[in-house]
C-alpha cells in the first residue's frame, strides 16, 4: 500500500512539472519597434477647381474636377519623399485636400510650429510642401516625411509665346523661311537678287548672299529636302548643299511650279507641275517622271503644304497643299491631298460648309502636334477675319476646319504687326516643336510652343 501512494504521489509531481513546462513554453516576449513608416498616400476624393479664363476674347471662370485616385503617389522611404510623378492639371486648387494615409503606426503627426496629430478628415493647404512624422509603438518618433503635391505651373494646351530680341534684317521685305540642319533660314528678294539671313536660337540672324544664281530666282520657290535645298530659276531646277553655292540641276524639265516633298525613312518624293501643268515627281530631284495633266481646279498661286507620316501607318506620308485658283470662291481655300504611295491628287475642298478652310492674305499652313493648323491676314468667312485672329484647326487631314477660340492663340501684337509690316512674315516648325514667326520691316521675331510638348512643369 506504501509503494502505490509513493508512485501516486511521484507520478503528481512528475506532471505539476510537465504542465509548469508546458506553460513556460507558451509565454511569448514582444520587442516593440523604434521604427515606423508611412506605407501608402493618395488623394483621399475629387478637388473641384474653379479658375479665371479668356474664351473668344471675354474673361469667365472654368470649372473642372480632378480625381485623385487618377494620380498615384510615390514613397521614396530612403529619401523621405511623397510625390504625385504625373502632375495634376493646370489650375487645381491644392489648398483645401484631403489625403488617406497608411502607416505601420497610429501614431502620424503633422510637423508645424506646434506639432498635430492627422486625421483622416484633416483638410491639408499643399500649396507648399506638408512634413508628416510618424511614431513607434514604443512612443519613439520614427521617419520623417515631405509630402508634396506637383501641380502643372503651364496650363498644357495652352500655346506660349516670346518675343526673341534679335538683330533680324528690318529691311526685309517679302520672304520665305525655311527650317534645316537646326537652323533657320530665311530667303529673300532684294536689288541683287536673292540673300539670305540664318540662325540657330533667334536672336543672332547672319546675312549671307547667294553665289552662282542667275536672274530669275524666285525666293519663294525654296524648300528643303533631305541634306539639300532646291530653288526655280526661270523655269529650271537650282540645288545647294548649304543654301549659299548654287548649281543647276541636269534635267530636261521645265518647271512652274515646285509643290512640295517627303523626306523619311520610308519615302524620299520631290513633286512639282511642268510648264505644260503636267505632274511631276522624282525620287533624287534629278529623274522627274511626268505623268497626268493637272486638273483645272488644281491650285495656281499662294502655296503652303506639309508632309507627315500617318499614324495608323508610318511607311505611309501624306502631302496636304492649300492655296487658290482662279475657280476659287472668295472666302474659301482649296485643300488638295497625296498618298506618298499615289501619282494623282484629291480635292478636300469643301467650298459652301461651315466647316471649309476660310481663304486668308498671306495664308500659312503647319503640321503640329499631330493636327493641322492654317492662319494669316485679312479674310472673310462668316464674317470679316482679322489678321491673326485665330489658328484654324483640322483634325481630319484638311477635310474639315474650325477657329480655335481659346488657349492655342496667336500674341494680341500680331494683328498690328501684320498691318505694319504690309502682310509680309515668315514662319517655321523646328524640331524642338517651336513655331517661329519673322516680321518683316519691325525685325521682330516670335517663338511659340504648346506648353506639353515642352519640358516644363
Given amino acids: 500500500m506504501k509503494l502505490k501512494v509513493l508512485n501516486i504521489i511521484f507520478s503528481l509531481f512528475i506532471m505539476a512539472c510537465g504542465i509548469s513546462s508546458c506553460l513556460d513554453s507558451d509565454v511569448t516576449e514582444y520587442e516593440f519597434s523604434s521604427d515606423a513608416s508611412i506605407t501608402a498616400f493618395s488623394i483621399a476624393d475629387s478637388i473641384v477647381t474653379a479658375y479665371p479664363a479668356v474664351v473668344n476674347g471675354k474673361d469667365t471662370t472654368l470649372t473642372f474636377g480632378v480625381v485623385g485616385a487618377e494620380y498615384p503617389f510615390v514613397i521614396n522611404q530612403k529619401e523621405g519623399l511623397i510625390y504625385n510623378p504625373d502632375s495634376l492639371p493646370f489650375g487645381t486648387d491644392v489648398r483645401k485636400v484631403v489625403v488617406d494615409i497608411t502607416a505601420d503606426t497610429k501614431g502620424i503627426y503633422i510637423v508645424a510650429e506646434k506639432d498635430s496629430l492627422w486625421e483622416s478628415t484633416d483638410s491639408l493647404n499643399f500649396e507648399k510642401p506638408i512634413q508628416f512624422k510618424v511614431m513607434s509603438e514604443i512612443g519613439a518618433f520614427g521617419r520623417n516625411y515631405t509630402a508634396k503635391i506637383n501641380v502643372h505651373q503651364q496650363d498644357p494646351d495652352s500655346l506660349t509665346w516670346s518675343n526673341i530680341e534679335s538683330n533680324f534684317n528690318k529691311s526685309i521685305q517679302k520672304q520665305k523661311a525655311v527650317y534645316a540642319n537646326k ?258 520691316q519691325t525685325g521682330e521675331v516670335w517663338r511659340g510652343r504648346l506648353n506639353k510638348l515642352g519640358s516644363d512643369k
Avoid at 267 to 272: L, Y
Avoid at 289 to 313: C, G, I, Q, Y
Avoid at 338 to 350: A, F, N, P, R, V
Avoid at 391 to 408: C, L, M, P
Wanted: negative net charge; aromatic residues 14%; proline residues 2%.
Fill in 183 to 440: 537652323n533657320i533660314y530665311v530667303f529673300t528678294a532684294d536689288e541683287a537678287g536673292i540673300s539670305m539671313t540664318q540662325t540657330t536660337d533667334g536672336s543672332v540672324w547672319s546675312e549671307l548672299t547667294q553665289t552662282n544664281l542667275p536672274a530669275g530666282a524666285n525666293y519663294a520657290s525654296v524648300m528643303s529636302w533631305g541634306d539639300q535645298f532646291y530653288m526655280l530659276v526661270d523655269q529650271e531646277l537650282y540645288t545647294s548643299m548649304d543654301g549659299l553655292n548654287w548649281s543647276k540641276v541636269e534635267t530636261a524639265q521645265r518647271f512652274s511650279l515646285l509643290l512640295a516633298n517627303i523626306h523619311n525613312t520610308y519615302t524620299q518624293k520631290m513633286v512639282g507641275i511642268d510648264t505644260d501643268n503636267y505632274y511631276l515627281e522624282s525620287e533624287d530631284g534629278i529623274t522627274w517622271t511626268r505623268t497626268e495633266e493637272m486638273p483645272a481646279e488644281f491650285p495656281k498661286t499662294d502655296f503652303a503644304s506639309v508632309s507627315f507620316a500617318l499614324n495608323t501607318n508610318a511607311k505611309i506620308s501624306k502631302i496636304i497643299l492649300l492655296g487658290n485658283n482662279d475657280l476659287a470662291t472668295d472666302t474659301t481655300t482649296t485643300i488638295w491631298t497625296q498618298l506618298s504611295t499615289e501619282d494623282y491628287w484629291t480635292e478636300l475642298t469643301l467650298e459652301n460648309s461651315r466647316n471649309a478652310c476660310p481663304k486668308l492674305e498671306n495664308q500659312g499652313l503647319i503640321h503640329y502636334n499631330n493636327e493641322l493648323y492654317t492662319f494669316g491676314g485679312f479674310g472673310q468667312f462668316k464674317g470679316t477675319l482679322e489678321p491673326f485672329s485665330h489658328f484654324y484647326v483640322s483634325v481630319d487631314d484638311g477635310i474639315s476646319w474650325e477657329a480655335i477660340t481659346a488657349k492655342f492663340m496667336f500674341p494680341a501684337a500680331f494683328n498690328d504687326l501684320y498691318e505694319a509690316t504690309s502682310g509680309n512674315y515668315s514662319y517655321v516648325v523646328d524640331d524642338q516643336q517651336y513655331i517661329w514667326v519673322m516680321w518683316s
